[in-house]
């Protein structure tokens, strides 16, 4: 039975229009499917080669557990650009907005975005904290399962008694390092705790000059030098390791090496480094926060300590600004504990390289 074509045009309207109908509720639903995808909010508190290395392991972690940015995730990153007050801003827009989860990166990241969620309205997940015990966050050194049911991370306290060990073994004369340490931050703290202890031991002096932002580092650290500064150590110090490039530059006027247990730093003319590879560490917590997204119950999870899942590693350059041969000396059994050797040569990366303990600070 054929069909009228004056019905067929009678219908042509309507039939026009549930097909726009049709059309716009199949692309809402798709609309309500992309606002669907976790919404994961990541906070660091300035951009270093630690912290963005840690950013990208996060994001590097997420994906491996299934959540690629834009696929089945929306990530949204933040800098506080290393300002106190603006990460405080950040921290409360991340709480009150539409995230599922918020991956922070840095201790005084860390510390924004628990005051601000102390009612723990968002998951949390840290990372590149040297001691988060000690950062006020409700966390406790004994028990690593005591901690806000809301909260979990990595601690990853580079061992500093074992890095002014390599000094010593590198230069046993020396006797004055020198340091610039911002004491409003609790990591800087805890490593300036440890230096002097270290310092103690060994019967170096530690020439120390405090600092309350990136401004007043170089002056601080031209007045350790002024005072005898034999090298300069840079701590886990998110203000010093903001401007190391300048610190750097600082002691090679004065033709006098640096050492740090900031990870890198050799390819910009540290002499030795001691610390860990801290996108290895961002991997930790984006699997972490992966896991949680998908089920895991963040209040069943430890507090994680780095170096009982990654080794730290030692960096020489053997071409750094201040490095004299003849009073600086490596011995030949530790250039092949380093992952990375730098020389007149170039780059040499030794990637089976182990460095030999034992490492005291490993304790969260």
Not at 101 to 130: C, D, E, M, W, Y
Not at 136 to 152: F, I, T, Y
Not at 272 to 290: K, N
Request: net charge neutral; with cysteine; aromatic share 4%.
């Amino acid at each position: 039975m054929s069909v009228p074509v004056s019905f067929l045009r009678q219908c042509l309207p309507t039939l026009a229009l549930l097909g726009g109908a049709s059309a716009l509720l199949l692309a809402t639903d798709r609309g309500a499917a992309a606002r669907r995808l976790p919404a994961v909010a990541v906070l660091q508190q300035v951009s270093t080669a630690v912290l963005d290395d840690a950013v990208r392991g996060m994001i590097e972690g997420l994906a491996e557990r299934g959540f690629s940015d834009g696929r089945t995730v929306t990530i949204r990153r933040y800098n506080a650009e290393g300002d106190a007050a603006q990460a405080n801003a950040i921290a409360r827009e991340i709480v009150n907005g539409p995230f599922d989860i918020v991956l922070t990166s840095s201790t005084p990241s860390l510390q924004a975005v628990a005051t601000a969620n102390k009612r723990g309205r968002i998951r949390h997940v840290f990372a590149a904290v040297a001691d988060p015990c000690s950062a006020g966050v409700g966390l406790d050194r004994a028990d690593p399962l005591v901690h806000p049911a809301h909260l979990v991370g990595y601690g990853s306290l580079a061992p500093v008694d074992a890095t002014f060990g390599i000094l010593q073994r590198v230069n046993p004369a020396v006797r004055r390092v020198g340091v610039a340490h911002n004491p409003s931050e609790s990591n800087s703290r805890r490593f300036m705790e440890l230096a002097r202890a270290s310092c103690a031991a060994r019967r170096i002096e530690l020439l120390e000059a405090a600092v309350e932002n990136s401004a007043g580092v170089i002056e601080a650290l031209q007045a350790t030098i002024a005072r005898g500064a034999e090298v300069i150590f840079v701590p886990g110090d998110t203000t010093i390791a903001s401007v190391v490039e300048s610190v750097i530059a600082t002691a090679a006027k004065a033709r006098i090496p640096v050492f740090s247990v900031v990870p890198g730093a050799p390819n910009r003319g540290t002499l030795f480094d001691v610390g860990f590879d801290f996108r290895e560490v961002g991997l930790l917590a984006g699997r972490t926060a992966g896991d949680i997204l998908a089920g895991a119950d963040p209040a069943t999870i430890p507090i994680g300590e780095t170096a009982r899942e990654i080794p730290p590693r030692l960096s020489v350059n053997l071409a750094a600004p201040g490095y004299d041969r003849t009073v600086w000396r490596f011995p030949p059994e530790l250039l092949p504990q380093a992952k990375v050797v730098i020389d007149a040569d170039g780059r040499r990366d030794q990637p089976e390289a182990v460095l030999e303990g034992p490492f005291t600070e490993a304790a969260p």
